[in-house]
C-alpha cells in the first residue's frame, strides 16, 4: 500500500537542494459563535545560499500541515538578492510596519552578527559575513518583512550603472 492511499496526503517532494527556516509556529484563534476556533500559523524562509530568498506564511489545523503551506509560499515569494562575495554591497535599512533592520556589511570572517529571525533570513540567503541591528518591532513577522525589504532594494555598482546608461567607473 503505498504513503498516499493510507494518509490521504501527497508524499513528500525529493530534496531540491533548499535551505529551510521555521523561523516561528504560532496558536492563533478565531471566536465564533460556538467557541475558540484554534489554528497554527507558520513562519518559514526558504533559500537556495547562493543569493535567493523567499519568505512564506502558512495556516492550517495542523502543525505540519501550516508548514507545509508557509514553505510552498516562500519557494514561490522567491527573490534574487545581490550579494557581494561573502557580504553585502552597501549598506541599508529595510523597514516593514514599525520593524527596522539596519543591514551593515561585515569585513572578511566577522561572521553573521545578528538575531534570531534576521540570521535565518541571511543564513537562507548565503551571505555570511555582516554586521546587522533590529530596532522597533519584536514581531517575527515584521523583522523578516523588513529584513527582505532591505535585502530586495541592495544594488551592486554595476546594477546602479546599469540603470544610469554608464559604465561602472563612472558611478
Do not use: W, Y
Not at 459563535?33 to 507558520?42: H, I, N, V, W
Not at 537562507?124 to 513577522?141: F, H, P, Q
Amino acid at each position: 500500500m503505498a504513503f498516499r492511499e493510507r494518509t490521504g496526503r501527497p508524499q513528500r517532494e525529493a530534496q531540491d537542494d533548499l535551505i529551510k527556516k521555521l523561523v516561528e509556529v504560532r496558536r492563533v484563534a478565531k471566536v465564533v459563535k460556538g467557541g475558540r476556533t484554534m489554528r497554527f500559523s507558520a513562519l518559514v524562509v526558504v533559500g537556495n545560499g547562493a543569493g535567493e530568498v523567499g519568505v512564506g506564511i502558512g495556516k492550517s489545523a495542523e502543525v505540519p500541515d501550516a508548514i507545509e503551506k508557509a514553505t510552498q509560499e516562500a519557494k514561490k515569494k522567491m527573490v534574487k538578492i545581490s550579494v557581494l562575495d561573502r557580504t553585502i554591497p552597501h549598506e541599508i535599512t529595510g523597514v516593514f510596519g514599525r520593524g527596522k533592520v539596519i543591514l551593515l556589511p561585515g569585513a572578511l570572517g566577522s561572521g553573521v552578527i545578528a538575531g534570531g529571525p534576521v540570521r535565518s533570513v541571511l543564513e537562507a540567503c548565503g551571505i555570511k559575513d555582516i554586521r546587522t541591528k533590529s530596532i522597533g518591532s519584536n514581531n517575527k513577522i515584521n523583522v523578516v518583512k523588513a529584513t527582505m525589504n532591505g535585502l530586495i532594494a541592495l544594488r551592486t555598482k554595476e546594477q546602479v550603472a546599469a540603470m544610469r546608461g554608464k559604465t561602472p567607473e563612472e558611478v
